[in-house]
């Protein structure tokens, strides 16, 4: 079966840099949340949407910026990186907002920031 | 202030036996609730899930029980096998029946360990 698909897999960069990741969630899906995990810790839920709108807004940095696109894949966008923005970010999706439907994760992207 | 605690860094249980994973929670809005488990360079997979209006739910060797009364709820995997040996995560939602794309609380995880 078709997962959610992340790319890149791997990303280095230098502070003050920019970066982009991108989220192609499992067909069908239409909502897509993003998640970051840094070393040691839980995922920390940072933004959803849901048919290309923001949905829910957690503890994103606002130098963070996403937007789900018409084929329902989603792309998070961080500028000025600092060095504590290195971590793992995950991508989830689910079908629909209600009712019993678990989030599915990506296998996600570790960002290492220099 | 974490609002999903997993108590227990790791648990290691022999194969065959019962492992317990237990989960506790402070927002009484979270109605329901999900069990991941990860490996090591891959995203949590989805395990298994319970409603506030249950009190148990089964698939297989996974059994969730949810005691909303004590805020509490715990993972039976039986009998555990090596493939077991895993970090799982306990996470809450509030979103059932409310609508929006919530996303998930988070606990800090359990890393099982399944001795052969």
């Known amino acids: 079966a078709a997962g959610v698909i992340q790319s890149p897999r791997h990303l280095i960069k230098e502070k003050r840099e920019t970066a982009t990741l991108k989220c192609y969630p499992i067909p069908r899906h239409d909502t897509v949340y993003w998640y970051q995990q840094g070393p040691g810790q839980d995922p920390q839920f940072l933004i959803s949407?849901?048919?290309?709108?923001?949905?829910d807004k957690g503890s994103i940095p606002d130098r963070f910026s996403a937007q789900q696109f018409s084929d329902y894949h989603s792309e998070l966008n961080m500028s000025s990186l600092e060095l504590g923005d290195s971590a793992l970010y995950f991508c989830a999706s689910r079908y629909g907002t209600s009712g019993r439907y678990e989030q599915y994760f990506g296998p996600g992207t570790r960002l290492t920031v220099t | 202030d974490q609002q999903v605690k997993q108590n227990s860094p790791s648990l290691s249980v022999q194969e065959g036996r019962i492992s317990i994973l237990n989960c506790d929670y402070t927002n009484s809005m979270f109605d329901y609730f999900l069990w991941y488990k990860k490996y090591p360079a891959e995203g949590p997979t989805f395990l298994i899930s319970i409603s506030s209006i249950k009190d148990k739910n089964e698939d297989g060797r996974f059994t969730v029980f949810l005691n909303k009364s004590a805020k509490h709820l715990s993972l039976h995997i039986v009998p555990s096998q090596p493939g077991d040996s895993a970090v799982y995560f306990c996470a809450a939602s509030a979103v059932e029946g409310g609508g929006g794309a919530d996303g998930l609380t988070f606990g800090k995880g359990t890393h099982l360990i399944i001795q052969p």
């Open positions: 949407f849901y048919e290309k709108m923001q949905s």
